[in-house]
């Protein structure tokens, strides 16, 4: 499976925007670079993906290097409730990976107020 | 919409008992999946399915087993507990591909002593 590069941590003050990166250098074509969070005692929440061209949604945008090595999930106003562990993850849009998710150590978050 | 629901959210086993975890979605979903998660690691896939009367090993199939007799539902066997199984596991469901994103249960913290 590709392999997914993030800080360990990353720290940022209430209302500010948050710039999560992300490398994967060995990414695939058939890879779709996907974004999960995981707040406290709870299971991991979809966020976010995209496969080549930048995407927006409510909660976050993902902007994607044109060589698609690297990504970065946008928070534009970070709030206390975004405090969480972020993983970037490679999903195979192939037909023998079934979806699998592979999750590495993920960015932990830290909102201040 | 329920979305992907886990039974039950705790328990305790004594060592070499046996219980089922069961997960339960209501979103129609062809994958389903169980990770693992321990202290301060990300989640580590123990089994999937692809589709009713289909099971697979993941990354750490060990000492568990699997079963998807019905679409919507996907039971995780401990047959003989071992301490090394005290962790949060995790649900997880989606359609094929990767265009889309997965759901995740809230997890059943499992302690075995």
């Known amino acids: 499976d590709a392999k997914t590069t993030q800080p360990n941590s990353m720290e940022s003050n209430e209302e500010e925007p948050v710039h999560l990166p992300c490398n994967h250098s060995?990414?695939?074509?058939?890879?779709?670079i996907h974004w999960y969070r995981q707040l406290p005692s709870q299971g991991p929440e979809y966020v976010i993906h995209?496969?080549?061209s930048n995407v927006n949604n409510r909660m976050a945008s993902l902007a994607i290097a044109e060589d698609r090595k690297s990504s970065t999930l946008i928070l534009h106003r970070a709030t206390l409730r975004d405090a969480a562990v972020y993983y970037c993850?490679?999903?195979?849009?192939?037909?023998?990976?079934?979806?699998?998710?592979?999750f590495g150590q993920g960015t932990i978050l830290t909102v201040h107020p | 919409n329920a979305g992907v629901t886990q039974t039950p959210k705790f328990r305790v086993l004594k060592t070499g008992q046996s219980m089922t975890l069961l997960c339960a979605q209501d979103?129609?979903?062809?994958?389903m999946y169980w990770y693992r998660q321990d202290p301060g690691m990300g989640l580590r896939l123990i089994h999937y399915?692809?589709?009713?009367?289909?099971?697979a090993k993941g990354e750490v199939p060990d000492g568990y087993n699997v079963s998807r007799l019905k679409k919507q539902n996907f039971l995780l066997g401990l047959e003989s507990a071992a301490p090394s199984q005290t962790s949060v596991y995790f649900c997880?469901?989606?359609?094929?591909?990767?265009?889309?994103?997965?759901?995740f249960g809230q997890g059943t913290r499992l302690t075995v002593v």
């Open positions: 399915s692809v589709g009713e009367g289909t099971t």
């Open positions: 997880a469901s989606s359609y094929p591909g990767a265009v889309l994103g997965a759901f």
């Open positions: 993850i490679l999903r195979d849009g192939g037909g023998t990976s079934y979806g699998k998710l592979t």
């Open positions: 060995t990414i695939s074509g058939t890879d779709y």
């Open positions: 995209g496969l080549t």
């Open positions: 979103m129609n979903h062809e994958y």
